[in-house]
């Protein structure tokens, strides 16, 4: 394979992402582009690379999902190579195959091996082949069919999209007499999010732990694996809190995990960054997916290998050769800050953050494209950044993630930084009795148990402190219950009895 010098790369992503991709590629003396919908004029991914393209208007359809738009950007900006960093287009092969037809570096996986592996039934068909477990399961959505399967091996089944993920197009499914709704939702939410109605029937596992292993293959047949992450607390089948390395695996379990995940990568000819995804029930485990792109929750492999996977993806696309690398040290685990309201079904949240004060210390790392200003509207995902936390062993860094949470303040967009404070906080999490039920199981009804109205107490400090002017011109007309401060007037005429500090009375 010819060794190839990328000096300018598109980032095809926003938000932290993005930003996360482009400090990498400014440290190793890459040039950068960054794409944006009028929505993101201002997000700090935009300002942070060397040039920036408007790909079209806020709808993700026209614009960070516009593949011939995004190539253009591409083509007009001479850039090398095309990070897709994760969601959107990661993991569309017909992106990628577009890049390569354009000339492109694609930072990642071939179109064909990301088509065959990012199908659910075609990556079943390439495990079982290189002797890795799945779970029983069959391709269909006939009635009869999925009635037969259930009578095999009962109830409960999972109905899953054969295509994509994310929880999209998933629906546990209990007894017969909501079989045919369930088939009739799952395709049809498939259909909406990857535009494949198609399919997946599994036997449902009882209380399974959601293990990963990060891989990373060369194009010369080189691959290799950095290790497991145990990423079971999720709430509606996403990812929440993830921690590496997966508490109370046996090694041997481990071990046999790995050799599957290499053995599969080898089979399916996998190149860059890739993640094999498994269930875990005692000593047995069982084929999930693999997620051709970088994922997530990856820093949590990076504290721990002291590597950099963006980094390694660029080398990789260079036509580098992969390594062995160090045993990992310590334990490393990341929350997933969302603008949701846990109190209110997770509710999605809106409105301007007003002010940011990021967690630091030994072994705290804060990955976020937030800054105060940010607007955080209703148009993408509602993550707003990533705490991850090292340490010596998972006490030292649990307990280093509950101090970060507690320091941790965003104000101006409800979000889940108290709620995953509770959760790390538990006796529960501090004895990784770990399932993918986690949620239900310990925090299904959380309420925070404040007394006071934490968002009129941050409406009355900025108003305090003078700020609120500045703060209500940017997001007239907002209103306290969605995070925002309300009107131009301030809350200090408006709370009737309004006391900062609980009544010892």
Known sequence: MTKRTIKKLLVANRGEIALRIIRTAKTLGIKTVAIYSEADAQSLHVAAADEARLVGPAEAAKSYLNIDTVVAAARETNADAIHP????????????????????????????VMAALGDKVSARKIA?????????????????AVRGFAAEHGYPILVKAAAGGG???MRVVAEDKSLESALEAASHEALAAFGDGR???????????????????????????????????????????EESPAPGLADATRAKMIAAALSLARAAGYTNAGTAEFMVEGDKFYFLEINARLQVEHPVTELRYGVDLVAAQLAVANGGCVSELPAPRGAAIE???????????????????????????????????????????????????????????????????VAALDEFTLLGVTNTAAYLREIVASEAYRKADLSTHFIEEHFKNWRSGS?????????????????????TASSPGASINDGRVAGDRSPWSELSGFELWKSSR
Request: charged share 25%.
């Open 335 to 401: 929350c997933r800050i969302y603008a949701e309201d846990a109190e209110h079904d997770f509710r999605p949240a809106i409105g301007t953050v007003l002010h940011l004060n990021m967690p630091t210390g030994p072994g705290v790392r804060f990955d976020s494209h937030m800054a105060p200003g940010a607007v955080v509207g209703a148009w993408y995902d509602g993550m707003l950044g990533k705490l991850i936390c090292y340490g010596e062993d998972r006490e030292q860094a649990r307990t280093r993630m």
């Open 128 to 144: 079982a082949a290189a002797g890795v477990p799945v779970v029983p399961g069959v391709e269909t959505s006939e009635i009869k």
């Open 199 to 241: 399919v997946f029937i599994e036997k449902y596992l009882a209380r399974p732990r959601h293990v990963e292993i990060q891989i990373l293959g060369d194009e010369h047949g080189g691959v290799i694996a950095l290790g497991e992450r145990d990423c079971s607390i999720q709430r509606r089948h996403q990812k929440i809190i």
């Open 167 to 169: 929880g999209r197009g």
């Open 451 to 471: 007394e006071s109205d934490d968002a009129a107490i941050v409406a009355a400090a900025m108003a305090a402190a003078g700020t609120l002017g500045a703060a």
């Open 85 to 112: 960093g994760y969601g959107f287009l990661s993991e569309r092969p017909e992106f990628a195959r577009a890049v390569a037809d354009a000339g492109i570096i694609f930072v990642g996986p071939r179109a064909d």
